[in-house]
């Protein structure tokens, strides 16, 4: 009796199938199975945000999501943020902005980050705060994580205007 | 609140003519780390890897009477299971570098528990199977028969007559002397000067308060992690995230008893550390599993309870402190009793702690007496200034208090006895060059501290903290490219920016832009030996190999550029990165060109440079922080926070101010939640990120930073490090904001709510 | 000469001596000058060929890596500190 489970889903627009144990979940997928690694494990359950990624629309924490409920869903990870010829301009953002130290938490951050963008172009401090309440970073003290997300926000409304 | 003041302020001693230090280039590793394409220790993967766990000790304190590993073995896909039997067994003490002398019975045992098991979450045995899952199910197979013992928790408990005792062969040490005591006690030591009695006397302030603080966790988010191959060839391959990776190979060596050659690790990326990521946990195991396994591949990856249970934090705490002053604020006496938990074995960082105590002042008479005890807990390892923030804690609540009671200014009261160049400490050495008194003014001057405290149960307070920073040896190479690029190789493991800072010195010596360099961490086959990203010393002492290396390429280059022109090398000099002749104003050569034609005039040029500087210069830092507590529940607000730090000189400065505020928030993580839960058998009820809760974004304000150039002169470029001292004052400066805003004294860490409310509580009962 | 603190807790060998003016040029002569003077310093200090490994050698404010073979100035100050494993690495003064 075979003990994988076929699945064919999508993952930064492309078309993906692959084999999974019914008990491993989406992150376990995305690393060890598609070799994705940019999705971080830090705790593995649900509360660091390390292994944030997009599914269908809403940010999820991977680590939380089976494999098996990728089945025809779509699916952005860190490694699809990027547009083709560059960085997103949260990503270049993170950059100028000193936002990273170790950057184990910065592919979740800025998954995170990018949907509230999406989402709300020019959120609050006390927003990008609530937002982000869920990717903890043990290196920054947030500071520059939350200014760096103020300039890509500006950055991305400075370039709509035009 | 509206503010109208810069949140980020560098101010620098004197006019510098620096063209790369100090600016804030976009660093070399960035592309990687905003892409996911940067991989860390657990993005390891090879054909054919095996994959390993380990099962723990679920009590605190055990004897192990037997392990029965045959159902293990038997269930299909394991392909090693080992325990302690598969350890060497060799005795004594043994180098540990930078670490200094250890026994290596000591450093075995923690790797896997032999005889007992000394803390919840000690390793007992390891098993290597084709899926992580396999080698769960295996360790759930594995029979430990186990003999629970009674377990001390906390250095008071564990120093009394009649606790369980740990190591029943290890005698109490006091200075080079070994006691005949067997008391849980590892070391005593002391430090004295003048007369402490005396000095109590002549003050008419005294205040002596008893303070305690639970075991916190550094808390990096990546879990510990190893990747091993020992080879058929009998070389031992390592691929880990670690702080150091000549320390993991000279840790893996001695714990298996093999020379430091048949070694080699690659560092991977590591996904922070803060002193935690150290010392050898999985390293020697999955060596032992990949060669039990018929020399396979084996990866380990903690769970993030592994890391709590079984990994080092840094120690609870129990101290005295006394301080007494006179009328006019001048501090005449201090007495601190520290005694710190070590875990299961020796090694806690009260020695570290002791150094630190009364640093920040001029104190005449002094006495101090450090304890480093053992406790059924995980053996602590370092986290960001070890022991200094406890330390500070202690001291600056009392300080604030003598304020308080003469009715002086807290900053005014510690100006008045701000220690400064040629002060003798209470442990004994003298203060070269020091930014204490340039911090606290530059506090006094903040708009933090001249805004008014608006609102009900609405307090400000200020605390300060020191942290000596170590120097170290450290390598590098660079190699010329044609292009006028370089190429920097360097041991150092870059843990938040370092390898832009490292670039960034070698690049002013060079007289090229930061971009220009590349800089990359190599194994410990192909560079010199470097100790490990700690002590706030990559900036200082790669750094400064970075400075020697490039001092080198440009010996050597002026040298060409004189064999080119057929001149004598003493007549050529270096300018702002053009070569040129000190007579002949035609004979020159930028640093781009004259790199095109090394390959043609005498072959490529290679900078080396080794160092070991002393002069490594301490950093203060101080805070001012506003809060708001609720006094129905106990629950602090951090309303508004500012992080002052004399960084000597800020090579990059956004990176210097990242150091300030994370360590900032550690501090206030430590001070306000932060703590290791245990019942009384010794077990931690909070080992996941939801219940062991570190401040998210939602908890905190932005972190005010303002840098203090006071040069370093022990550096080429006056740098100091940056990286510790910063967490060293938000516990004490906490202590003081809510100090003031319930009207009681705070002697506990955590001050969480419940800590809170039971204080108040207790003073309205007296 | 230099002057060598000496800890509290050797006191007891120094006849309560805190501060003991010792001549050499390496922390090797200090130790063996301060041992002639006071008999058993050395044992305290010192581990067959090298400084025990619970301490720290401090000249001039700065432990000195070299140990035994530190080099010790005509005016330096010679301190010996506990070193104690585990959280600080090498200390420095």
């Known amino acids: 009796m075979p003990t994988k489970t076929y699945v064919q889903t999508t993952i930064n627009g492309e078309n993906v199938e692959f084999l999974c144990e019914p008990r491993q979940s989406l992150l376990e997928c995305l690393r060890d199975v598609v070799q994705l690694t940019g999705s971080k494990e830090g705790c593995n359950d649900g509360n660091c945000g390390a292994c944030t990624v997009m599914m269908d629309g809403r940010i999820v924490d991977s680590c939380l999501v089976l494999g098996v409920e990728a089945q025809g869903a779509k699916i952005t990870t860190i490694e699809g943020i990027a547009p083709a010829g560059g960085l997103h301009p949260v990503q270049q953002a993170f950059l100028e902005n000193a936002a990273l130290q170790c950057g184990i938490c910065t592919p979740g951050f800025i998954v995170s980050s990018k949907a509230l963008l999406d989402k709300e172009p020019n959120p609050s401090e006390e927003r990008i705060r609530f937002w982000l309440a869920g990717n903890l970073c043990r290196c920054t003290g947030y500071d520059k994580i939350v200014r760096a997300v103020e300039d890509a926000s500006a950055k991305m409304s400075k370039g709509k205007k035009k | ?518 800089p990359t961490v190599v194994d410990t086959d192909s560079i010199g030996f470097t100790a490990v990203t700690g002590g706030s010393r990559v900036a200082f002492a790669t750094g400064w190999a970075a400075y020697e290396a490039a001092q080198d390429v440009v010996k050597q280059m002026t040298a060409r550029a004189a064999k080119i022109w057929g001149v004598e090398a003493d007549s050529v000099e270096m300018v702002d990165g053009v070569f040129r002749s000190k007579t002949d104003t035609e004979l020159k050569l930028s640093f781009k060109d004259l790199s095109e034609q090394l390959n043609d005039t005498g072959g490529p040029v290679i900078g080396r440079a080794t160092v070991d500087p002393q002069g490594v210069g301490g950093s203060f830092a101080g805070n001012i922080v506003d809060v708001e507590v609720d006094p129905e529940t106990g629950k602090t607000q951090v309303l508004r926070f500012t992080v002052v730090q004399d960084a000597g000189k800020a090579v990059h400065p956004s990176y210097v101010e990242g150091q300030m505020q994370g360590g900032s928030v550690q501090g206030i993580g430590w001070g306000l939640n932060e703590e290791y839960f245990y019942g009384s058998s010794g077990q931690m009820a909070n080992p996941t990120f939801l219940d062991y809760r570190m401040p998210t974004t939602l908890d905190l304000p932005m972190i005010d930073t303002v840098i203090v150039e006071v040069a370093n002169p022990g550096h080429p470029y006056g740098v100091r490090g940056v990286g510790e001292a910063p967490i060293v004052p938000p516990p004490a400066a906490l202590a003081n904001a809510v100090g003031h805003a319930v009207g009681v004294r705070m002697t506990k860490l955590p001050m969480s709510p419940g800590t809170i409310m039971e204080a108040v509580w207790q003073s309205k009962k007296k | 000469m230099a002057v060598v603190f000496i800890p509290s807790l050797m006191q007891n060998l120094t006849k309560g001596q805190s501060k003991v003016v010792v001549p050499g040029k390496m922390v090797r002569e200090i130790i063996n000058n301060l041992d002639a003077q006071y008999p058993g310093m050395k044992d305290r200090l010192v581990d067959k060929f090298r400084i025990r490994s619970n301490i720290n050698v401090a000249i001039d404010g700065e432990i000195t890596p070299m140990g035994l073979l530190g080099e010790v100035k005509e005016d330096s100050e010679v301190h010996f500190l506990p070193a104690i494993g585990g959280g600080a690495l090498r200390q420095t003064g």
């Open chain 2, 1 to 518: 609140m509206t503010t109208t003041y810069e949140h980020n302020v560098v101010l620098k001693s004197g006019d510098d003519k620096f063209k790369v230090i100090g600016t804030r280039p976009i660093r070399h590793d960035g592309a990687d780390k905003v892409t996911g394409r940067a991989l860390y220790g657990a993005d390891f993967q090879t054909a054919g890897l095996l994959h390993g766990k380990i099962l723990r000790s679920p009590h605190a304190h055990a004897r192990i009477k037997s392990i029965d590993t045959s159902a293990a073995e038997k269930l299909p896909g394991v392909r090693a299971v080992v325990t302690a039997k598969d350890m060497p067994q060799t005795t004594g003490d043994v180098s540990m570098g930078e670490a200094g002398a250890q026994n290596v019975a000591f450093l075995r045992g923690n790797v896997l528990a032999s005889g007992k098991a000394l803390y919840k979450g000690h390793a007992v045995a390891a098993v290597a199977a084709t899926s992580p899952h396999i080698a769960e199910e295996a360790i759930g197979l594995i029979k430990v028969d186990y003999e629970v013992l009674p377990a001390a928790l906390t250095a008071p408990e564990a120093m009394k007559k009649g606790a369980s005792i740990l190591h029943s062969d290890l005698k109490m040490t006091e200075f080079g002397q070994k006691t005949n005591q067997v008391n849980n006690i590892a070391t005593h030591f002391q430090h004295k000067k003048g007369d402490v009695e005396k000095g109590f006397k002549e003050a008419d302030v005294v205040i002596e308060r008893e303070f305690t603080t639970q075991t916190v966790h550094q808390g990096y988010i990546e879990p510990h992690n190893v990747a091993a191959l020992w080879n058929q060839d009998g070389r031992l391959l390592i691929w880990c995230s670690t702080q150091g990776s000549f320390f993991v190979r000279n840790a893996t060596a001695k714990v298996l008893d093999l020379p430091e050659s048949q070694i080699r690790v690659t560092p991977m990326e590591i996904g922070g550390g803060f002193g935690g990521k150290i010392n050898v946990y999985l390293e020697p195991v999955a060596a032992l599993l990949s060669k039990k396994a018929g020399h396979r591949h084996v990866k380990m990856v903690m769970t993030r309870q592994e890391v709590f249970e079984g990994t080092g934090p840094t120690p609870g705490s129990y101290m005295k402190v006394k301080i007494g002053a006179k009328k006019n604020g001048k501090i005449v006496a201090a007495q601190s009793y520290l005694a710190f938990e070590a875990g299961a074995f020796p090694g806690s960082p009260v020695g570290a702690a002791a150094m630190c105590v009364f640093a920040p002042y001029d104190i005449a008479n002094g006495l101090i007496d450090g304890y480093d005890v053992l406790v059924n807990k995980p053996k602590t390892a370092a986290y960001r200034a070890p022991g200094a923030t406890h330390a500070a804690f202690a001291v600056e609540t009392i300080v604030d208090e003598i304020a308080e009671k003469l009715k002086i200014d807290p900053l005014e009261l510690r100006l008045m006895n701000a220690a400064k160049e040629g002060v003798r400490r209470v442990d004994g050495p003298v203060f070269p060059r020091i930014g204490c008194v340039e911090v606290l003014e530059a506090m006094k001057n903040h708009p933090h501290y001249k805004a008014p405290i608006k609102g009900k149960n609405v307090a400000r307070g200020v605390a300060i903290g020191f942290w000596f920073n170590v120097g170290l040896q450290s390598s590098c190479t660079i190699a010329v490219n044609p292009d006028g690029t370089v190429n920097l190789t360097e041991g150092s493991t870059d843990i938040g920016g370092t390898r832009a800072s490292l670039a960034m010195q070698a690049a002013e010596v060079l007289g090229i832009r930061a971009e220009d360099v590349h």
